[in-house]
Protein backbone atom coordinates (compact mmCIF):
# COMPACT_ATOMS: atom_id res chain seq x y z
CA UNK A 1 0.00 0.00 0.00
CA UNK A 2 1.39 3.05 -0.48
CA UNK A 3 0.16 6.38 0.85
CA UNK A 4 0.73 9.95 -0.78
CA UNK A 5 -0.32 13.43 1.01
CA UNK A 6 -0.53 16.48 -0.99
CA UNK A 7 -0.83 20.13 0.61
CA UNK A 8 -4.59 21.70 -0.81
CA UNK A 9 -4.67 24.61 1.67
CA UNK A 10 -3.12 25.41 5.38
CA UNK A 11 -5.68 22.45 6.62
CA UNK A 12 -7.05 20.82 3.68
CA UNK A 13 -5.01 17.64 2.11
CA UNK A 14 -5.68 15.51 -0.31
CA UNK A 15 -4.36 11.75 0.51
CA UNK A 16 -4.06 8.86 -2.36
CA UNK A 17 -3.61 5.78 -1.24
CA UNK A 18 -2.86 3.33 -3.76
CA UNK A 19 -3.92 -0.85 -2.93
CA UNK A 20 -1.23 -3.04 -5.04
CA UNK A 21 -3.22 -6.18 -7.02
CA UNK A 22 -2.63 -8.38 -4.46
CA UNK A 23 -3.62 -6.46 -1.46
CA UNK A 24 -7.40 -5.45 -3.25
CA UNK A 25 -7.30 -9.76 -4.09
CA UNK A 26 -6.79 -10.42 -1.00
CA UNK A 27 -9.55 -8.24 0.42
CA UNK A 28 -11.59 -10.21 -2.27
CA UNK A 29 -11.08 -13.01 -1.21
CA UNK A 30 -11.66 -12.13 2.08
CA UNK A 31 -15.26 -10.83 1.00
CA UNK A 32 -15.97 -13.98 -0.42
CA UNK A 33 -14.89 -16.39 2.17
CA UNK A 34 -17.20 -14.49 4.31
CA UNK A 35 -19.96 -15.37 2.14
CA UNK A 36 -18.79 -18.73 1.92
CA UNK A 37 -19.39 -19.46 5.67
CA UNK A 38 -22.78 -17.59 5.70
CA UNK A 39 -24.42 -19.15 2.72
CA UNK A 40 -26.99 -21.98 2.55
CA UNK A 41 -27.05 -23.40 -0.75
CA UNK A 42 -28.50 -26.68 -2.09
CA UNK A 43 -26.57 -29.62 -1.85
CA UNK A 44 -23.36 -27.81 0.41
CA UNK A 45 -22.72 -27.43 4.05
CA UNK A 46 -21.98 -23.85 4.68
CA UNK A 47 -18.72 -22.69 3.86
CA UNK A 48 -18.38 -26.09 1.74
CA UNK A 49 -19.99 -24.09 -1.19
CA UNK A 50 -16.95 -23.20 -4.79
CA UNK A 51 -16.19 -20.24 -4.95
CA UNK A 52 -17.32 -19.47 -8.38
CA UNK A 53 -21.07 -20.83 -7.33
CA UNK A 54 -21.20 -17.92 -4.38
CA UNK A 55 -19.92 -15.51 -6.31
CA UNK A 56 -22.55 -16.13 -9.02
CA UNK A 57 -25.21 -16.31 -6.35
CA UNK A 58 -24.21 -13.40 -4.43
CA UNK A 59 -22.29 -11.42 -7.01
CA UNK A 60 -23.94 -8.30 -6.43
CA UNK A 61 -23.90 -8.02 -2.63
CA UNK A 62 -20.07 -9.48 -2.54
CA UNK A 63 -19.41 -6.36 -5.05
CA UNK A 64 -20.89 -4.20 -3.17
CA UNK A 65 -18.71 -5.89 -0.14
CA UNK A 66 -15.53 -6.11 -1.73
CA UNK A 67 -16.13 -2.29 -2.53
CA UNK A 68 -16.95 -1.39 0.89
CA UNK A 69 -14.01 -2.84 2.57
CA UNK A 70 -11.28 -1.36 -0.08
CA UNK A 71 -12.46 1.93 0.69
CA UNK A 72 -12.25 0.64 4.90
CA UNK A 73 -8.63 -0.31 4.55
CA UNK A 74 -7.75 3.20 3.02
CA UNK A 75 -9.46 4.91 5.80
CA UNK A 76 -7.66 2.66 8.19
CA UNK A 77 -4.38 3.56 6.89
CA UNK A 78 -4.79 7.10 6.86
CA UNK A 79 -6.06 6.81 10.80
CA UNK A 80 -3.02 5.33 11.52
CA UNK A 81 -0.64 7.67 10.42
CA UNK A 82 0.59 10.09 13.74
CA UNK A 83 1.51 12.60 11.60
CA UNK A 84 -2.21 13.10 10.87
CA UNK A 85 -4.53 14.27 12.68
CA UNK A 86 -7.97 14.52 10.96
CA UNK A 87 -10.98 16.72 11.75
CA UNK A 88 -13.10 15.82 9.22
CA UNK A 89 -13.32 13.98 6.09
CA UNK A 90 -14.27 16.34 2.91
CA UNK A 91 -14.70 13.82 0.41
CA UNK A 92 -13.08 10.54 -1.06
CA UNK A 93 -12.75 9.10 -4.47
CA UNK A 94 -12.71 5.49 -5.74
CA UNK A 95 -10.45 5.00 -9.49
CA UNK A 96 -11.98 1.55 -9.69
CA UNK A 97 -12.09 -1.65 -7.80
CA UNK A 98 -11.71 -4.81 -9.65
CA UNK A 99 -9.63 -8.19 -8.94
CA UNK A 100 -6.27 -8.54 -10.08
CA UNK A 101 -6.37 -4.35 -10.56
CA UNK A 102 -4.83 -1.73 -8.07
CA UNK A 103 -7.08 0.55 -6.60
CA UNK A 104 -6.59 4.39 -6.14
CA UNK A 105 -8.57 5.82 -3.46
CA UNK A 106 -8.11 9.72 -3.33
CA UNK A 107 -9.63 11.18 0.34
CA UNK A 108 -9.90 15.15 1.22
CA UNK A 109 -9.45 15.48 4.70
CA UNK A 110 -9.39 18.55 6.86
CA UNK A 111 -6.62 18.72 9.55
CA UNK A 112 -6.92 19.62 12.72
CA UNK A 113 -5.66 23.22 13.47
CA UNK A 114 -2.39 24.49 15.09
CA UNK A 115 -2.52 26.94 17.61
CA UNK A 116 -0.72 28.65 20.44
CA UNK A 117 -2.83 28.00 23.09
CA UNK A 118 -4.14 31.29 25.00
CA UNK A 119 -4.10 31.77 28.62
CA UNK A 120 -6.89 30.98 29.99
CA UNK A 121 -7.09 30.90 34.18
CA UNK A 122 -8.56 34.55 35.01
CA UNK A 123 -10.70 35.11 32.18
CA UNK A 124 -12.98 38.36 33.54
CA UNK A 125 -16.76 37.73 34.12
CA UNK A 126 -19.56 40.18 35.08
CA UNK A 127 -22.57 38.88 36.49
CA UNK A 128 -25.67 40.47 37.75
CA UNK A 129 -26.35 40.93 41.42
CA UNK A 130 -28.71 37.70 42.52
CA UNK A 131 -30.88 39.29 45.48
CA UNK A 132 -34.61 39.62 44.30
CA UNK A 133 -35.50 43.49 44.82
CA UNK A 134 -38.81 44.95 46.40
CA UNK A 135 -39.69 46.32 42.89
CA UNK A 136 -39.45 42.66 41.74
CA UNK A 137 -41.29 40.61 43.75
CA UNK A 138 -43.94 42.93 43.65
CA UNK A 139 -44.14 42.52 40.10
CA UNK A 140 -44.31 39.32 40.47
CA UNK A 141 -47.45 39.53 42.75
CA UNK A 142 -49.21 41.68 40.06
CA UNK A 143 -48.46 39.63 37.61
CA UNK A 144 -49.97 36.41 39.50
CA UNK A 145 -53.07 38.87 40.03
CA UNK A 146 -52.87 39.39 36.50
CA UNK A 147 -53.48 35.95 35.65
CA UNK A 148 -56.30 35.16 38.05
CA UNK A 149 -57.99 38.59 37.28
CA UNK A 150 -61.50 39.08 36.83
CA UNK A 151 -63.17 41.23 34.04
CA UNK A 152 -66.37 43.15 33.97
CA UNK A 153 -68.16 45.72 32.48
CA UNK A 154 -67.13 49.44 32.57
CA UNK A 155 -69.96 52.36 31.63
CA UNK A 156 -66.97 54.64 31.17
CA UNK A 157 -64.34 55.46 28.94
CA UNK A 158 -61.36 52.62 28.23
CA UNK A 159 -58.37 52.99 30.60
CA UNK A 160 -54.73 51.20 30.53
CA UNK A 161 -54.85 47.78 31.62
CA UNK A 162 -58.72 47.63 30.19
CA UNK A 163 -59.82 45.09 27.33
CA UNK A 164 -62.08 46.29 24.58
CA UNK A 165 -63.72 44.55 22.17
CA UNK A 166 -63.69 45.89 18.69
CA UNK A 167 -64.05 45.50 15.11
CA UNK A 168 -61.59 46.87 12.65
CA UNK A 169 -60.74 47.20 8.84
CA UNK A 170 -57.12 47.98 7.65
CA UNK A 171 -56.45 49.97 4.28
CA UNK A 172 -52.92 51.00 2.98
CA UNK A 173 -53.14 53.83 0.22
CA UNK A 174 -56.93 53.16 0.14
CA UNK A 175 -56.66 49.77 -0.61
CA UNK A 176 -58.15 47.34 1.46
CA UNK A 177 -55.85 44.75 3.44
CA UNK A 178 -58.28 42.49 3.01
CA UNK A 179 -58.15 42.64 -0.54
CA UNK A 180 -53.66 43.28 -0.47
CA UNK A 181 -53.30 39.63 1.85
CA UNK A 182 -56.46 38.27 1.08
CA UNK A 183 -55.48 34.81 2.88
CA UNK A 184 -54.93 36.99 5.87
CA UNK A 185 -58.03 38.41 6.77
CA UNK A 186 -56.98 38.83 10.41
CA UNK A 187 -54.61 42.04 9.38
CA UNK A 188 -57.80 43.03 7.01
CA UNK A 189 -60.52 43.26 8.50
CA UNK A 190 -62.40 41.28 12.04
CA UNK A 191 -65.50 42.11 12.50
CA UNK A 192 -64.84 41.30 16.48
CA UNK A 193 -61.50 41.32 18.61
CA UNK A 194 -60.79 41.55 22.10
CA UNK A 195 -57.59 44.48 22.40
CA UNK A 196 -55.61 45.35 25.61
CA UNK A 197 -55.64 48.99 25.97
CA UNK A 198 -51.78 49.92 25.93
CA UNK A 199 -50.87 46.53 27.23
CA UNK A 200 -47.32 45.56 27.61
CA UNK A 201 -47.45 43.06 24.72
CA UNK A 202 -48.43 44.04 21.57
CA UNK A 203 -51.62 42.15 19.79
CA UNK A 204 -51.96 41.39 16.03
CA UNK A 205 -51.61 44.53 14.74
CA UNK A 206 -48.89 46.22 16.11
CA UNK A 207 -49.77 49.63 18.20
CA UNK A 208 -53.17 49.07 17.86
CA UNK A 209 -53.81 48.85 21.82
CA UNK A 210 -52.20 52.21 22.48
CA UNK A 211 -54.79 53.91 20.34
CA UNK A 212 -57.92 52.76 22.37
CA UNK A 213 -57.39 54.71 25.66
CA UNK A 214 -60.69 57.30 25.92
CA UNK A 215 -62.72 55.46 23.89
CA UNK A 216 -66.26 54.28 24.71
CA UNK A 217 -68.80 51.84 23.82
CA UNK A 218 -70.27 53.43 20.39
CA UNK A 219 -67.46 55.05 19.49
CA UNK A 220 -65.84 54.72 16.03
CA UNK A 221 -62.48 56.36 15.38
CA UNK A 222 -59.60 56.61 12.41
CA UNK A 223 -55.92 54.94 13.87
CA UNK A 224 -52.85 54.98 11.54
CA UNK A 225 -50.24 52.35 12.67
CA UNK A 226 -47.13 52.09 11.60
CA UNK A 227 -46.29 48.61 10.60
CA UNK A 228 -42.22 47.77 11.32
CA UNK A 229 -39.65 47.62 8.38
CA UNK A 230 -38.75 43.92 9.31
CA UNK A 231 -42.94 42.99 10.11
CA UNK A 232 -42.42 39.41 9.49
CA UNK A 233 -45.49 37.78 10.14
CA UNK A 234 -46.56 39.46 7.23
CA UNK A 235 -43.84 41.01 4.81
CA UNK A 236 -46.28 42.63 2.32
CA UNK A 237 -47.05 45.24 5.01
CA UNK A 238 -43.63 45.77 6.46
CA UNK A 239 -42.97 49.27 6.79
CA UNK A 240 -46.27 50.47 5.43
CA UNK A 241 -48.49 52.78 6.85
CA UNK A 242 -52.12 51.31 7.44
CA UNK A 243 -55.15 53.26 8.55
CA UNK A 244 -57.63 51.26 10.91
CA UNK A 245 -61.23 51.59 11.09
CA UNK A 246 -62.28 51.11 14.40
CA UNK A 247 -65.40 50.30 16.60
CA UNK A 248 -65.70 49.97 19.89
CA UNK A 249 -67.85 47.57 21.12
CA UNK A 250 -67.38 46.76 25.06
CA UNK A 251 -64.87 48.05 27.74
CA UNK A 252 -64.60 45.34 30.39
CA UNK A 253 -62.32 46.30 33.86
CA UNK A 254 -59.39 44.24 34.94
CA UNK A 255 -60.21 43.55 38.44
CA UNK A 256 -57.65 41.94 40.60
CA UNK A 257 -58.21 39.15 42.98
CA UNK A 258 -57.31 40.46 46.76
CA UNK A 259 -54.15 39.59 48.62
CA UNK A 260 -56.42 37.10 50.85
CA UNK A 261 -56.18 33.82 52.17
CA UNK A 262 -57.38 31.95 49.55
CA UNK A 263 -55.05 34.01 47.25
CA UNK A 264 -52.25 32.87 49.53
CA UNK A 265 -53.19 29.08 49.86
CA UNK A 266 -53.90 29.08 46.02
CA UNK A 267 -50.22 29.85 46.18
CA UNK A 268 -49.08 27.78 48.88
CA UNK A 269 -48.11 30.28 51.35
CA UNK A 270 -49.09 31.01 54.81
CA UNK A 271 -48.40 34.52 54.69
CA UNK A 272 -47.84 37.32 52.47
CA UNK A 273 -44.43 37.54 54.05
CA UNK A 274 -43.75 33.40 53.32
CA UNK A 275 -45.11 33.88 49.31
CA UNK A 276 -42.72 37.04 49.31
CA UNK A 277 -39.87 34.85 50.57
CA UNK A 278 -40.78 32.02 48.19
CA UNK A 279 -40.89 34.48 45.02
CA UNK A 280 -37.49 36.16 46.19
CA UNK A 281 -35.77 32.42 46.48
CA UNK A 282 -37.49 31.76 42.67
CA UNK A 283 -36.15 34.87 41.71
CA UNK A 284 -32.71 34.53 42.92
CA UNK A 285 -31.88 31.52 41.35
CA UNK A 286 -33.25 32.44 37.82
CA UNK A 287 -30.32 34.88 38.59
CA UNK A 288 -27.89 32.55 39.38
CA UNK A 289 -28.40 30.70 36.27
CA UNK A 290 -28.86 33.27 34.31
CA UNK A 291 -24.86 34.41 35.56
CA UNK A 292 -24.17 31.16 35.00
CA UNK A 293 -25.02 30.92 31.14
CA UNK A 294 -23.55 34.97 30.69
CA UNK A 295 -20.49 33.22 32.39
CA UNK A 296 -20.36 30.49 29.75
CA UNK A 297 -21.02 32.90 27.10
CA UNK A 298 -18.54 35.69 27.94
CA UNK A 299 -15.41 33.15 28.84
CA UNK A 300 -15.67 31.28 25.41
CA UNK A 301 -16.01 34.53 23.40
CA UNK A 302 -13.03 35.59 25.30
CA UNK A 303 -11.28 32.74 24.22
CA UNK A 304 -12.26 32.71 20.80
CA UNK A 305 -11.10 36.45 20.53
CA UNK A 306 -7.60 35.76 22.27
CA UNK A 307 -6.49 32.96 19.17
CA UNK A 308 -6.66 33.20 15.51
CA UNK A 309 -6.04 30.11 13.04
CA UNK A 310 -7.67 28.53 10.02
CA UNK A 311 -10.63 26.26 10.76
CA UNK A 312 -11.29 23.41 9.06
CA UNK A 313 -13.46 23.23 5.73
CA UNK A 314 -15.72 20.66 6.27
CA UNK A 315 -16.34 21.39 9.82
CA UNK A 316 -17.60 24.62 9.23
CA UNK A 317 -20.09 23.70 6.80
CA UNK A 318 -21.44 21.09 8.27
CA UNK A 319 -22.01 23.53 11.30
CA UNK A 320 -23.44 25.83 9.04
CA UNK A 321 -26.45 23.19 7.84
CA UNK A 322 -26.92 22.78 11.65
CA UNK A 323 -27.17 26.37 12.49
CA UNK A 324 -29.34 27.08 9.00
CA UNK A 325 -31.64 23.77 10.16
CA UNK A 326 -32.34 25.39 14.07
CA UNK A 327 -32.76 28.97 12.44
CA UNK A 328 -35.14 27.83 9.87
CA UNK A 329 -37.68 25.50 12.06
CA UNK A 330 -37.80 28.40 15.17
CA UNK A 331 -38.62 30.75 12.54
CA UNK A 332 -41.28 28.68 11.13
CA UNK A 333 -42.62 27.56 14.54
CA UNK A 334 -42.58 31.33 15.05
CA UNK A 335 -44.98 31.50 11.68
CA UNK A 336 -42.60 33.56 9.48
CA UNK A 337 -43.28 32.64 5.98
CA UNK A 338 -41.37 30.70 3.92
CA UNK A 339 -41.25 33.59 1.04
CA UNK A 340 -39.28 35.73 3.77
CA UNK A 341 -36.86 33.34 4.42
CA UNK A 342 -36.47 32.91 0.82
CA UNK A 343 -35.88 36.51 0.23
CA UNK A 344 -33.20 37.01 3.48
CA UNK A 345 -31.86 34.06 2.51
CA UNK A 346 -28.14 35.22 1.93
CA UNK A 347 -28.23 36.97 5.07
CA UNK A 348 -29.09 34.45 6.96
CA UNK A 349 -26.56 32.57 5.06
CA UNK A 350 -23.68 34.50 6.49
CA UNK A 351 -25.08 35.04 9.49
CA UNK A 352 -25.22 31.13 9.93
CA UNK A 353 -21.95 30.62 8.56
CA UNK A 354 -20.46 33.40 11.09
CA UNK A 355 -22.04 31.71 14.16
CA UNK A 356 -20.79 28.18 12.63
CA UNK A 357 -17.37 29.30 12.22
CA UNK A 358 -17.26 30.72 16.19
CA UNK A 359 -18.85 27.50 17.47
CA UNK A 360 -16.01 25.01 15.47
CA UNK A 361 -13.60 27.66 16.79
CA UNK A 362 -14.32 27.15 20.52
CA UNK A 363 -14.58 23.29 20.11
CA UNK A 364 -11.22 23.37 18.91
CA UNK A 365 -9.94 25.60 21.99
CA UNK A 366 -12.04 23.94 24.78
CA UNK A 367 -11.09 20.30 23.64
CA UNK A 368 -7.10 21.80 23.82
CA UNK A 369 -8.07 22.94 27.58
CA UNK A 370 -9.73 19.87 28.03
CA UNK A 371 -7.01 17.72 27.32
CA UNK A 372 -4.04 19.55 29.15
CA UNK A 373 -6.46 19.81 31.95
CA UNK A 374 -7.13 16.04 31.91
CA UNK A 375 -11.04 16.15 31.79
CA UNK A 376 -12.58 13.27 31.21
CA UNK A 377 -16.56 12.02 31.33
CA UNK A 378 -16.77 9.97 34.40
CA UNK A 379 -19.85 7.20 35.56
CA UNK A 380 -21.96 10.06 37.45
CA UNK A 381 -21.41 12.66 34.10
CA UNK A 382 -22.86 10.11 31.76
CA UNK A 383 -26.27 8.96 34.60
CA UNK A 384 -26.52 13.01 34.65
CA UNK A 385 -26.57 12.83 31.06
CA UNK A 386 -29.11 10.25 30.84
CA UNK A 387 -31.52 11.96 33.33
CA UNK A 388 -31.31 14.76 31.56
CA UNK A 389 -32.29 13.68 27.86
CA UNK A 390 -34.94 11.32 29.53
CA UNK A 391 -36.83 14.13 31.33
CA UNK A 392 -36.09 16.45 27.90
CA UNK A 393 -37.77 13.39 25.38
CA UNK A 394 -39.81 11.50 27.93
CA UNK A 395 -37.63 8.34 26.67
CA UNK A 396 -36.48 5.57 28.97
CA UNK A 397 -32.68 5.91 30.49
CA UNK A 398 -32.06 2.17 29.12
CA UNK A 399 -33.24 2.85 25.76
CA UNK A 400 -31.47 5.76 25.29
CA UNK A 401 -28.42 4.58 26.69
CA UNK A 402 -29.06 1.09 24.11
CA UNK A 403 -29.18 3.46 21.40
CA UNK A 404 -26.41 5.07 21.51
CA UNK A 405 -24.08 1.82 22.68
CA UNK A 406 -25.63 0.81 18.31
CA UNK A 407 -24.54 4.51 17.46
CA UNK A 408 -20.98 5.30 18.13
CA UNK A 409 -20.67 8.49 16.50
CA UNK A 410 -23.59 9.82 18.07
CA UNK A 411 -21.82 8.45 21.59
CA UNK A 412 -18.54 10.19 20.79
CA UNK A 413 -20.57 13.26 20.41
CA UNK A 414 -22.31 12.65 23.54
CA UNK A 415 -19.09 12.39 25.05
CA UNK A 416 -17.41 15.37 23.85
CA UNK A 417 -20.70 17.82 24.80
CA UNK A 418 -19.90 16.38 27.92
CA UNK A 419 -16.33 17.44 28.27
CA UNK A 420 -16.93 20.48 26.69
CA UNK A 421 -19.59 21.64 28.91
CA UNK A 422 -17.64 20.23 32.04
CA UNK A 423 -14.23 22.37 30.49
CA UNK A 424 -16.30 25.37 30.45
CA UNK A 425 -17.21 25.13 33.97
CA UNK A 426 -14.05 24.45 34.62
CA UNK A 427 -12.93 28.01 33.05
CA UNK A 428 -15.42 29.61 35.18
CA UNK A 429 -14.00 28.08 38.08
CA UNK A 430 -11.09 29.78 37.46
CA UNK A 431 -12.46 32.98 36.14
CA UNK A 432 -12.77 36.34 37.40
CA UNK A 433 -15.88 38.09 38.84
CA UNK A 434 -17.06 41.50 38.68
CA UNK A 435 -20.88 42.00 39.88
CA UNK A 436 -22.75 44.88 38.10
CA UNK A 437 -26.04 46.40 37.92
CA UNK A 438 -27.90 44.97 35.08
CA UNK A 439 -28.52 48.12 32.62
CA UNK A 440 -32.31 49.55 32.26
Known amino acids: MN ?41 F ?13 FGKDIAEEFRQNVINA ?15 YANVEISQVEVGKESVITLTVDIQPDFQMPE ?7 IAPIDASDKEIEAVIEGIRAERADFKAADRP ?14 VEGKPISEIAPDRQVYGKIPQTWEEVEGAHEGIIPSLGKHLAGLRVGDKKDVTVQFPLDFAPLPVLAGKT ?3 SIDIQE ?24 LKKSIGDSLKTQKEMQNRNAQRRQVVEQLNSLVEFALPEALVENETQNVLRQFVTENMRRGVPQEQLEKDKQEIFENARKAAAQRVKSQFIIAQIAEKEKI ?65
Open 158 to 171: AQKGDFVKLGYEGK
Open 242 to 244: AVY
Open 251 to 274: VRERILPAIDEEFLKANKAESLDA
Open 376 to 440: AVSESDFDAFLYRESMRTGGNPEKILKDLAKDRELLRSVQRTIIFDKAVDFLISKATVSIVQPKA
Open 45 to 57: RPGKAPAAIVIKR
Open 120 to 126: YSGLPTE
Open 3 to 43: IKINDLTVNRKSIVVTLEPKEVDATHQTVVNQFSQKAQLPG
Open 74 to 88: AYRAISEREDLKIAA
